[in-house]
């Protein structure tokens, strides 16, 4: 891809190169390939992939034609961890230490069916890239819940009159509390955030976990030009603060000074749509309380490396 | 990259011309996805400041950080995020097909 520039200096705050090719076959607006398209910004060429069963597997077209630009091995829909694994481990047998193994799977194939062999991986510290991109339910075979659904949201298995009740899965402290060196989380919204965190991985040795929040402008019925808003909002609300575990130090990236309500991000969102006053109450409490961990969990591991 | 390679489409008739490896062999690039379109995102030259944000957010990606940016009519979904995006309101939105 060309960069011409006739008057001014044009200054770009990503990484020029394009590893991810146009005409994929994701739906208009998607999260998920901004994510991707992202990582392999970061990465680069040198990069094998394992998908399982995730909207990614659909995005990259039919064989024999591909768009994510990397070689990708499609495993079942447990397994995303554990080919990257294989992956890691057959790299290093052939002296191929530049080359980085990612994983990248969908919220279900990590807080649900994909759980087992990321936590395995984690123990044994295999030299991968986790990522998921967390689009808050399975939204690939027709958005049906997953852990990863907020409290409150609407999926073709929780209908209206029976909307999710219970709060989302904590993926990051299930990882923080493997010891991996290095996890994070973060958002679509802050492309430049994402891409010095995935760098960051890519340097380190050990399991590396990346939560990345990508919305999904047909599961969750919202208009799709607007999915960078809702993604930004999930951050300046708290509902997805933006922090990094680094050998067992929290550092939060982005701390609002004023946070905005929750009811701005709900309210956004159609599968939102049908939530009571209180309900809306209930999850203001909630993201105010996860916030407030938070802020302690920093403070004590700080003092606690000090 | 190689433009040559990258819209290039494969026949697979028989076993023979299945690759030996198990890696893709050609790129998405030749599924053209402009049909899939309703509006039409304009980028309005005089207003355009080239901060390419419009660039940054383009789930495609579609958009060419040229001077001024070019979006590319033959992949681009008409999502509307560079519309909705731009902090300049460079990028206007047409009806596709008037």
Redesign the interface.
């Known amino acids: ?8 200096k ?5 990484p ?1 190169e ?1 590893v ?7 739906c ?4 998920a ?2 994510a991707l ?1 992202y990582t392999l910004k970061a990465l680069g060429r040198k990069t094998i992939m394992s998908i399982p069963a995730c909207c990614w597997s659909v995005i ?2 039919p ?5 994510a ?1 990397v ?3 499609h495993c079942a829909f447990e397994t995303a961890a554990s080919t990257a694994s294989g992956i890691s481990h057959a790299l290093a047998q052939l002296g191929q230490d530049n080359v980085t193994a990612l994983a990248w799977a969908g919220d279900g194939g990590t807080f649900d069916i994909g759980l087992q062999a990321l936590s395995g991986a984690a123990e044994r510290g295999d030299n991968v890239i986790y990522i998921v991109y967390d689009n808050e339910a399975y939204m690939n075979t027709g958005i049906q819940r997953s852990s990863a659904t907020p409290h409150g949201a609407w999926t073709t298995t929780t209908p209206v009159k029976h909307y999710k009740r219970g709060p989302k899965k904590n993926i990051m402290a299930i990882m923080a509390a493997h010891h991996v060196p290095y996890c994070a989380t973060a958002n679509i919204a802050y ?1 430049e955030d994402f891409i010095r965190k995935v760098k960051k991985a890519k340097n380190i040795m050990g399991t590396k976990f990346i939560h990345l929040y990508a919305p999904c ?1 047909t599961g969750w019925k919202h ?7 809702v993604a930004r909002l999930a951050t300046l609300t708290n509902v997805f603060p933006l922090y990094e575990i680094d050998n067992d130090v929290y550092t939060i990236n982005k701390k609002i000074q004023k946070a905005k309500p929750v009811s701005e991000y709900l309210k956004l969102q159609g599968r939102f749509r049908h939530l009571s006053e209180k309900e809306v109450q209930f999850i203001q409490r909630t993201v105010d309380q996860n916030w407030k961990r938070l802020l302690k969990l920093e403070e004590a591991f700080r003092n606690e490396k000090n | ?1 190689s433009k040559k390679n ?1 819209e290039k489409v ?1 026949v ?1 008739q028989n076993g023979d011309d299945m ?1 030996s490896m ?12 402009a049909s ?1 379109r309703s509006i039409r995102p304009v980028i309005i030259e005089e207003k355009c400041k ?1 901060c ?1 944000i419009c ?3 383009c ?4 958009i ?4 001024p940016p070019v979006i ?1 009519y ?2 681009c ?5 560079c ?3 731009c902090p300049f309101d460079a990028i206007v939105s047409e009806k596709e097909g008037k």
Request: aromatic content about 8%; proline content about 13%.
């Open positions: 891809m060309s960069n011409k520039t006739k008057g001014q044009i200054k770009l705050t990503l020029i394009e991810m090719s146009p005409g994929h076959l994701a208009q607006g998607c999260g390939t901004l398209r990259d077209g064989f024999p034609y591909s768009a630009g070689p990708i091995y492309p402008p208009p799709p030009d607007i999915t960078i808003q | 990259m990258d494969i697979i690759p198990p890696a893709s062999m050609g790129s998405m690039k030749i599924n053209k996805t899939w080239r390419m660039w940054k957010f789930p495609e990606p579609a060419r950080p040229e001077d590319d033959d992949y979904k008409g999502c509307g995020i519309i909705e995006e």
